[in-house]
């Protein structure tokens, strides 16, 4: 499970709100930092070369740092926190439904 190791601790870069309105097609390169995201509303398409996933509504989604992907979506919103991890906690991008949240 994410996380479950001892010793974990991350230089936060920046927490930022993101709101798209319109269909957008971006493509992310070359990015060296992490990203963990809790995802209000929306749904999007996020495809690398491990596969493809698609967060939806209430999910948290982790982008490893220099993971090239594509990301389509619509109308989301959500939180991102940017970081630097102190260790590796994924080689792939991860999509988690928690059981409680408050809508």
């Not at 870069?13 to 971006?26: A, G, K, L, N, Y």
């Not at 993971?67 to 994924?90: C, S, W």
Request: with cysteine; proline share 5%; aromatic share 10%.
């Amino acid at each position: 499970m994410l996380l479950e190791e001892t010793g974990f601790a991350a230089e936060v870069i920046d927490v930022m709100d993101f709101r798209q309105r319109r269909r957008v097609r971006c493509v992310n390169t070359n990015r060296r930092f992490w990203s963990l995201s809790y995802r209000y509303s929306g749904e999007s398409v996020l495809q690398s070369a491990a596969g493809k996933v698609n967060p939806t509504p209430h999910s948290i989604t982790l982008i490893p740092a220099n993971m090239d992907y594509v990301r389509i979506g619509k109308e989301e919103i959500l939180t991102a926190i940017h970081f630097h991890p102190n260790k590796q906690i994924a080689s792939k991008i991860g999509v988690f439904n928690p059981t409680d949240y408050t809508e």
